[in-house]
């Protein structure tokens, strides 16, 4: 933690940003990074280990961000890096086969056996671009169905938003995109059968899929009821479209495998990330071949990449799956998750309200039922944890910068930081 002597200063931080902002648009190289949810300028790092991690200025946080999910063995595990360095002096990259990629097919492939064939890609926002060009060719159908509040990546068709009416074509949710793109995206609001319903009665025949988070992670936590993600697929089915799992996040971060399994809801292609890289760029969509069968070159759907399957990236992530394929870690995950709760709760201030599935929390700083959808994300909620992020910060707690954003606990988290945290946590939340 940092030294109680040394004053708690941002110097070097706010100078490099300064600096990176005159280069780089907004400073950051993906959004959120900004800070611009919590106000202040972003810590720059130098250097990560287990769960923590340290900045330019010398200050030392305990991270609850761990790279928005990746990170499940927590930073720079010894094993990862070790892999990481073999493959390297081995080739950094091949743009040729190799035996890594078929590792890394048997791993996916035998955590989830629903699924017999997997491409392999460098992202999320990849694997879900492709995932939906997929499902367009293979059904020969144009439109995608996304619910309000799901994250999928950049892509164009994803980066859409509920028009106004009930059953409505999406409107761009960024410049940029052309209105004839962002249209052939039908945008409705999760838990409400009916809505979808009433989408499939217009549309049925011509929409090619729906994709949702079988556990919205993206805006809060937003669990759905099985109920809900089984009406989909069964939907989906009798209407010859595909269903699609988008568990860039959910995927192998609760069990040896998807989050499909635990509810026990089969979709037709799964869209992999994060975890599967272990830290590294990864992204791979699992599927039946005789849906996958439909991409190049064995069939006519193009999809390609110059660093896919790459060597090195790979490594990382085939260590990280090797490991997490005894399901041990994801035991120890689930026990911390509990402890954290426990803590939690035991506070008992009726606004310090949160939800979990397994190593994932989400703080809603606020009374009453937790939100299903994001509309029910409350002001307050926002505001207290606006409030709360610079003191936590500044106590040595590193939380996602964003009130929508969600926590994750790594394996490398231990009981005695978790009680540091909720104790600091508590205490802002009753002063
Ligand atoms: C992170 C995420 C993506 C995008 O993955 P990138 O690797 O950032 O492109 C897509 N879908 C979900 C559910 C995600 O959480």
């Given at each position: 933690?940092?030294?109680t002597?040394?004053?708690?200063?941002?110097?070097?931080?706010?100078?490099?940003?300064?600096?990176?902002?005159?280069?780089?648009?907004?400073?950051?190289?993906?959004?959120?990074?900004?800070?611009?949810?919590?106000?202040?300028?972003?810590?720059?790092?130098?250097?990560?280990?287990?769960?923590?991690?340290?900045d330019i200025?010398?200050?030392?946080?305990?991270?609850?961000?761990?790279?928005?999910g990746?990170?499940v063995?927590g930073?720079?595990?010894?094993?990862?890096v070790?892999?990481?360095?073999?493959?390297?002096?081995?080739?950094?990259?091949f743009?040729?086969?190799?035996?890594?990629?078929?590792?890394?097919?048997e791993?996916?492939?035998?955590?989830?056996?629903?699924?017999?064939?997997?491409?392999?890609?460098?992202?999320?926002?990849?694997?879900?671009m492709?995932?939906?060009?997929?499902?367009?060719?293979?059904?020969?159908?144009?439109?995608?169905?996304?619910?309000?509040?799901?994250?999928?990546?950049?892509?164009?068709?994803?980066?859409?938003?509920a028009?106004?009416?009930?059953?409505?074509?999406?409107?761009?949710?960024?410049?940029?995109?052309?209105?004839?793109?962002?249209?052939?995206?039908?945008?409705?609001?999760?838990?409400?059968?009916?809505?979808?319903?009433?989408?499939?009665?217009?549309?049925?025949?011509?929409?090619?899929?729906?994709?949702?988070?079988?556990?919205?992670?993206n805006?809060?936590?937003?669990?759905?009821?099985?109920?809900?993600?089984?009406?989909?697929?069964?939907?989906?089915?009798?209407?010859?479209?595909?269903?699609?799992?988008?568990?860039?996040?959910?995927?192998?971060?609760?069990?040896?495998?998807?989050?499909?399994?635990?509810?026990?809801?089969?979709?037709?292609?799964?869209?992999?990330?994060?975890?599967?890289?272990?830290?590294?760029?990864?992204?791979?969509?699992?599927?039946?071949?005789?849906?996958?069968?439909?991409?190049?070159?064995?069939?006519?759907?193009?999809?390609?990449?110059?660093?896919?399957?790459?060597?090195?990236?790979?490594?990382?992530?085939i260590?990280?799956?090797?490991?997490?394929?005894?399901?041990?870690?994801?035991?120890?995950?689930?026990n911390?998750?509990?402890?954290?709760?426990?803590?939690?709760?035991?506070?008992?201030?009726?606004s310090?309200?949160?939800?979990?599935?397994?190593?994932?929390?989400?703080?809603?700083?606020?009374?009453?039922?937790?939100?299903?959808?994001?509309?029910?994300?409350?002001?307050?909620?926002?505001e207290?944890?606006k409030?709360?992020?610079?003191?936590?910060?500044?106590?040595g707690?590193?939380?996602?910068?964003?009130?929508?954003e969600?926590?994750?606990?790594?394996?490398?988290?231990?009981?005695e930081?978790?009680?540091?945290?909720?104790?600091?946590?508590?205490?802002?939340?009753?002063?």
């Open positions: 933690m940092s030294n002597c040394i004053p708690f200063s941002l110097n070097a931080s706010l100078e490099r940003f300064t600096k990176a902002v005159s280069m780089i648009p907004g400073g950051v190289n993906s959004p959120v990074r900004a800070f611009k949810s919590v106000g202040g300028t972003p810590v720059f790092l130098k250097r990560a280990k287990g769960s923590r991690f340290w200025d010398g200050n030392e946080y305990i991270d609850f961000c761990q790279s928005w990746p990170l063995l930073h720079a595990d010894e094993r990862v070790a892999a990481v360095r073999e493959a390297a002096c081995n080739g950094l990259s743009g040729a086969c190799h035996e890594g990629e078929i590792q890394m097919a791993l996916i492939l035998s955590a989830m056996r629903d699924f017999n064939c997997v491409r392999l890609v460098n992202s999320g926002t990849e694997a879900v492709t995932a939906l060009r997929l499902a367009r060719g293979a059904t020969s159908r144009d439109l995608i169905v996304k619910f309000e509040g799901g994250y999928h990546g950049h892509s164009d068709s994803m980066l859409v938003k028009g106004s009416g009930l059953v409505t074509f999406g409107e761009a949710d960024s410049s940029g995109i052309p209105s004839k793109i962002a249209n052939q995206t039908i945008v409705t609001a999760f838990d409400d059968e009916d809505r979808v319903a009433d989408i499939f009665k217009q549309y049925g025949s011509r929409i090619a899929a729906v994709i949702i988070e079988p556990l919205p992670a805006n809060g936590l937003l669990v759905q009821r099985r109920d809900f993600l089984q009406y989909l697929r069964e939907i989906t089915q009798v209407n010859g479209s595909l269903l699609i799992f988008d568990e860039v996040i959910s995927g192998f971060r609760f069990n040896f495998g998807g989050y499909y399994q635990m509810i026990d809801v089969i979709p037709d292609l799964v869209t992999l990330g994060k975890v599967i890289g272990g830290g590294m760029p990864v992204g791979a969509i699992a599927g039946s071949r005789e849906i996958m069968k439909n991409l190049a070159p064995e069939g006519s759907v193009y999809q390609a990449g110059t660093l896919s399957g790459n060597p090195v990236s790979l490594a990382a992530g260590e990280t799956l090797k490991i997490l394929s005894d399901g041990s870690i994801h035991k120890k995950l689930e911390l998750g509990r402890k954290f709760a426990s803590l939690l709760e035991g506070a008992n201030i009726t310090l309200r949160f939800e979990r599935v397994g190593s994932i929390f989400w703080l809603h700083l606020d009374e009453g039922e937790l939100p299903k959808k994001p509309a029910e994300i409350s002001r307050a909620a926002m207290r944890y409030t709360l992020y610079w003191p936590l910060l500044e106590k707690f590193y939380l996602p910068p964003s009130p929508y969600v926590m994750f606990l790594s394996a490398s988290h231990n009981e930081e978790l009680t540091k945290f909720a104790d600091a946590l508590i205490n802002k939340m009753q002063n």
